[in-house]
Nanobody
């Protein structure tokens, strides 16, 4: 059974920081590109950051210089360090795994809520 379990969300003031974690099980973590998506209230889910299985990274423009994605293959975990948070960063953050080698399987976590107050 595949599980992606996010944690680390919460309430923070603008300018603050949070570190999200996503622990995976049931997948071959090292074969997966790992993503963080953000869904703001009333809006569509959008990709925020990705770390590939070969550790390359990419970010949406709105978080460049503020967020850092990383992965620890020994712990089957992907992280999102979020600094200088803004009210528009409020929403649910979802972890997403997409296998890059072999069958193109995809899995989602249930999300963790981040609320940034002004």
């Amino acid at each position: 059974q595949v599980q992606l379990v996010e944690s680390g969300g919460g309430l923070v003031q603008a300018g603050g920081s949070l570190r999200l974690s996503c622990v995976s099980s049931g997948i071959i973590f090292g074969l997966n590109d790992m993503y963080w998506f953000h869904q703001a209230p009333g809006k569509q889910r959008e990709q925020v950051a990705v770390v590939s299985r070969i550790f390359t990274t990419a970010y949406v423009d709105s978080v460049k210089g503020r967020f850092t994605i990383s992965r620890d293959n020994t712990k089957n975990t992907v992280y999102l360090q979020m600094n200088n948070l803004k009210p528009e960063d409020t929403g649910v953050y979802y972890c997403h795994a997409r296998q890059a080698v072999g069958p193109p399987t995809e899995y989602w976590g249930k999300g963790t809520l981040v609320t940034v107050s002004s």
